[in-house]
C-alpha cells in the first residue's frame, strides 16, 4: 500500500527554520518523483518544489527558492525540505505527493498524496 506521511510541521516565530519531512511506504522512492505543495484558506494550492527520480531538483515557488531545499535520503526512504528565513505569508498546510519519472508543476500529474503537516509563522 503506497503511503506518504508528513511531519516536521509546527509554530515557528518569522525568521525561523522548519524541516519538512516525506517519509514513504509501501514503495521505494527510488525511480520516483516528490513533490512539495502548500494550501492556506483562500488561496490555491502552490507547488514549491520537486526532486526527481534521477535526484534532478525543481524549485517553482519563486518566493521560496532562495530560502527553501529539498533533498532526499534514499536510505530513510524520505525527502526533506528545508525551510528557512519562514515568513507569516509562508503559513499553510503542507503536502507532498509522488509520481514516476520527471516533475511536474501541475498537482493534477501526481499521483498519491499525504495528508498534511500544518506550518504556521506567527509576526
Known amino acids: 500500500q503506497v503511503q506518504l506521511v508528513e511531519s516536521g510541521g509546527g509554530l515557528v516565530q518569522s525568521g525561523g527554520s522548519l524541516r519538512l519531512s516525506c517519509t514513504a511506504s509501501?514503495?521505494?522512492?527510488?525511480?520516483?518523483?516528490i513533490g512539495w505543495f502548500r494550501h492556506s484558506p483562500g488561496k490555491e494550492r502552490e507547488s514549491i518544489s520537486c526532486?526527481?527520480?534521477?535526484?534532478?531538483?525543481?524549485y517553482y515557488l519563486d518566493s521560496a527558492q532562495a530560502r527553501f531545499s529539498i533533498s532526499k535520503d534514499n536510505a530513510e526512504n524520505t525527502v526533506y525540505l528545508q525551510m528557512n528565513s519562514l515568513k507569516p505569508d509562508d503559513t499553510a498546510r503542507y503536502y507532498c505527493?509522488?509520481?514516476?519519472?520527471?516533475?511536474?508543476?501541475?498537482?493534477?500529474?501526481?499521483?498519491?498524496w499525504g495528508q498534511g503537516t500544518q506550518v504556521i509563522v506567527s509576526s
Open positions: 509501501g514503495f521505494n522512492l527510488r525511480g520516483y518523483t
Open positions: 526532486i526527481d527520480h534521477n535526484d534532478e531538483r525543481t
Open positions: 505527493a509522488t509520481r514516476r519519472t520527471y516533475c511536474r508543476r501541475d498537482e493534477r500529474e501526481y499521483d498519491y
